[in-house]
């Protein structure tokens, strides 16, 4: 599979008019295959194995919050690079995650051709099936290289999207603390 993506890569190469035997870019085309296919892990990791029974009986119930979780994603419409933080809370019902596995959750979903929207509704409904919890909420806010390095080519903006299940949705106090948690840094 990388031989087979890496001499996409050389044709690629070619059809931007380099020489792919060229001594700098004679060991490209295999580097960025197998960049490419690090950074499209996600698909072949499982929510079973990520996981591996890490979540633990609890009698809390208070909100957890795991905040600035660092995020790299390739975005599905230009193959590019976004990149961003992740913040995610959870209100337990007898069952807890343990810490690490919110970082791997994130990379799983990241680690695929993604859009934001689509990136942070994965991450709260994984968050939500493997602890049961009374509600999720989770924030990406991310700068997107397609909009910095071409097209409208702005350096300062960004994009925060948010999902908000259950009780995080439902009632308005849940979500304004999880927003102020969030926001005072
Ligand atoms: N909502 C959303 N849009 C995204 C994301 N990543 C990239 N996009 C947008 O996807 C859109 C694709 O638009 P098109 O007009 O088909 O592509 P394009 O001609 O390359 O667009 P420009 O980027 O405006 O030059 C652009 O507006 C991008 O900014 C994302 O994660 N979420
Ligand atoms: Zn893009």
């Not at 590019?80 to 959750?105: E, Q, T």
């Amino acid at each position: 599979m990388t031989e087979e993506i890496a001499n996409h890569y050389r044709q690629i190469l070619l059809a931007l008019g380099e020489d792919p035997e060229r001594e700098g870019l004679r060991d490209t085309p295999k580097r960025a295959a197998k960049a490419m296919q690090f950074l499209n892990r996600g698909y072949v990791q499982s929510l079973e194995e990520i996981v591996n029974g890490a979540v633990f009986e609890s009698e809390t119930d208070e909100m957890v919050l795991v905040k600035d979780i660092e995020l790299y994603s390739m975005c599905e419409h230009h193959l590019l690079p976004f990149i961003g933080k992740c913040h995610i809370a959870y209100l337990p019902s007898g069952r807890v995650l343990g810490l690490s596995k919110f970082a791997r959750i994130v990379d799983m979903f990241a680690r695929r051709m993604q859009i934001q929207e689509n990136l942070t509704r994965q991450i709260a409904e994984a968050v939500q099936q493997v602890t049961d919890a009374r509600g999720v909420a989770v924030v990406v806010e991310a700068k997107h290289l397609c909009m910095m390095m071409r097209g409208v080519e702005k350096q300062n903006s960004s994009m925060t999207s948010s999902v908000m299940l259950g009780a995080f949705r439902d009632n308005p106090s849940t979500r304004q603390e999880f927003l102020t948690l969030v926001n005072g840094r």
